[in-house]
């Protein structure tokens, strides 16, 4: 079953689509309806949306904007963008950004739900299967064609010594078609847990016994799951680094690199999720994943490799939680392992900086967790993670908290309209105000004034 998110700023095509979709037959769960990109973001934190259909031209937030802030949100959505204009630097963007298709306005009803059922045809939702199951279903549809030992190898002496082994980039490329030009490039060291907890019997939890050649086929699918997925990312190179583990080498041409901005650290962090999520998805099967800062020169690769490993060593603090930035701490501070107590005070700091700015800001239209990872300079999703390890409720929870107390006060204390209250917590409409705070009291503005 699924859920699919509707964004268009015209009432009438928002609500034509979701009749189609209603009447498709289409194995569809929960249809929301939104009329600008803050209002779909809500939507998007708060609900498990798989399908997001947006206009890419609406008021003060364009689809284009919308598809990035729900890639930081959730990475694994997928977009379908529609449009009354055939841009192509438009439609370049969505691309990029991973849309699954760009449809034109005035739209096809058969055309849109083809498009709309081979994307859910695609994602394939279902329940993990079991050990045994996912096992011989590997065994089925993955035909053994390993990586050539030679490139692995090479891959593991440049990474190990980038200034000693300055021949073998040029030998990657000629001899495996494996480029790294750069100038820019990031390393990402993902630790596979063969050893998962995801399947529990009434004894409780139990480790699976798993052979060598299980061990080889879930490494390789998880090996084939990042290629795919990184193929519409960046440039990269994936190999295995040792027997639990697949390293990532990420790159970025000038222009790419530039065109990121300060969103770069986003990308990676948006990476870094939908690889944990994907790889636990399909293989059902934990990773750990540690993502190194960006250096400029392929002579850094080994910086870059010990900063991911780093990062890493962060998940025996925190054991419920599985991607790492090295960005994210203070290394300086800590000559050796951070203590427990070292890493608490480090979280309490963060969090209290985290609630000082929502304090000062949460009625700042489209306020986004990026912009308040950014004044703490920590990525979102770490952010994200210590803020409801704190605080108990995640960091949107508590902007809503504060926006729906000060307008109740302001409805109880003051003749301001609805349309005037519901401006000055930050909300773009007044009906999609009433909506929330509805939600949340359980009444709506006008009944809370009766």
């Not at 583990?245 to 990676?268: D, F, K, M, P, T």
């Amino acid at each position: 079953m699924y859920t699919i998110l509707v964004v268009d700023d015209e009432p009438l095509i928002c609500k034509g689509l979701c009749s189609l979709l209603t009447a498709s037959g289409i194995d569809i769960e929960n249809i929301h309806m939104a009329h600008s990109g803050y209002e779909a973001l809500d939507y998007l934190r708060a609900e498990d949306i798989d399908l997001l259909v947006t206009d890419i031209q609406m008021g003060s937030m364009n689809g284009i904007e919308l598809m990035q802030q729900a890639k930081m949100i959730k990475p694994w959505v997928e977009t379908i963008i529609i449009s009354a204009h055939e841009t192509f630097q438009y439609a370049q963007m969505a691309i990029r950004l991973g849309a699954k298709d760009y449809l034109i306005k005035p739209l096809n009803g058969d055309q849109f739900l083809d498009s709309v059922r081979n994307v859910l045809l695609k994602m394939h939702k279902q329940e993990p299967a079991g050990h045994e199951e996912l096992i011989a279903g590997l065994r089925e549809h993955f035909h053994m064609a390993a990586p050539i030992p030679q490139s692995v190898e090479w891959l593991n002496r440049l990474v190990a010594d980038p200034r000693g082994e300055k021949e073998l980039a040029a030998k990657l490329e000629s001899h495996h078609g494996i480029r790294l030009a750069g100038p820019y490039f990031a390393m990402l060291r993902l630790k596979l847990n063969w050893r998962s907890d995801a399947a529990e019997d009434d004894a409780g939890k139990r480790e699976r016994e798993l052979s060598a050649g299980d061990v080889k086929l879930l490494q390789y699918a998880a090996l084939n799951i990042t290629n795919e997925l990184m193929s519409e990312q960046l440039q990269h190179a994936a190999y295995y680094g040792s027997d639990d583990e697949l390293c990532v080498i990420l790159q970025w041409n000038e222009e790419r690199y530039e065109e990121a901005g300060s969103g770069r650290v986003n990308e990676l962090d948006m990476i870094g999720r939908s690889l944990f999520f994907n790889i636990r998805k399909f293989l059902a099967v934990s990773v750990t994943i540690g993502i190194s800062q960006i250096l400029k020169g392929i002579e850094f690769l080994d910086v870059l490799n010990e900063q991911a490993a780093k990062a890493l060593q962060c998940s025996r603090q925190h054991r419920d939680h599985y991607v790492f930035y090295y960005g994210d701490f203070n290394w300086s501070l800590y000559p050796q392992q951070p203590s427990e107590e070292e890493l608490n005070a480090q979280t309490s700091m963060i969090v209290d900086k985290a609630k000082s700015y929502i304090n000062d800001n949460y009625a700042q239209k489209g306020l986004t967790l990026q912009e308040v990872a950014q004044s703490n300079h920590v990525s979102p999703n770490y952010l994200s993670y210590l803020f409801k390890k704190e605080t108990g409720i995640n960091l949107w929870e508590y902007v809503i908290k504060l926006r729906m107390e000060e307008s109740k006060r302001l409805l109880l204390q003051t003749d301001l309209r609805r349309y005037e209250i519901s401006e000055r917590v930050g909300y773009e409409s007044p009906e999609h105000f009433s909506k929330i705070f509805k939600k949340y009291y359980g009444v709506s503005p006008s009944e809370l004034k009766k």
